[in-house]
């Protein structure tokens, strides 16, 4: 493992397959950074091949860690220690999450408008519709 620092956090990437350990919360505070992604700079085929491995120990603590699904895109897997509650990405899951959080925060921002609009088309018609009595 390599420290790597980037947008003032510091993670550990494995000079090996590509991969990144994550302490609590230091993906989420990279993915919301301008260029906190740059980080994850492994190989993604490799990536896909090592998130076969299963029996994997945790860098911090030691202890056996799971493999468990992104609750954004099931289709993402990660590997998290309970006891320490860090987490493992193979290459290229990081910028698969960030790519989730993108269309995450660009359907919200829709999501938005839409609602801006109904609610003021409905401001605007309905007032001119007839009331029942």
């Not at 990144?20 to 700079?41: K, M, P, Y």
Request: charged share 30%; aromatic share 8%; hydrophobic share 35%.
């Amino acid at each position: 493992m390599e420290s790597v620092r980037e947008e003032g956090t510091t993670i550990d990437r494995c000079t090996g397959c590509g991969g990144i350990w994550f302490d609590s919360w230091e993906a989420e505070d990279l993915i919301e950074a301008e260029n906190g992604i740059s980080v994850d700079t492994g190989n993604r085929i490799k990536g896909m091949q090592m998130n076969k491995i299963r029996d994997i120990s945790c860098p911090r603590c030691g202890k056996q860690i799971q493999t468990v699904s992104d609750r954004e895109d099931p289709t993402l897997k990660f590997e998290i220690c309970t006891d320490c509650n860090g987490y493992f990405l193979d290459a290229g899951e990081l910028r698969d999450m960030a790519h989730v959080n993108i269309v995450e925060k660009a359907s919200e921002s829709l999501f938005g408008k839409m609602k801006q609009f109904i609610f003021g088309f409905q401001a605007m018609h309905m007032r001119d519709l007839p009331r029942d009595k």
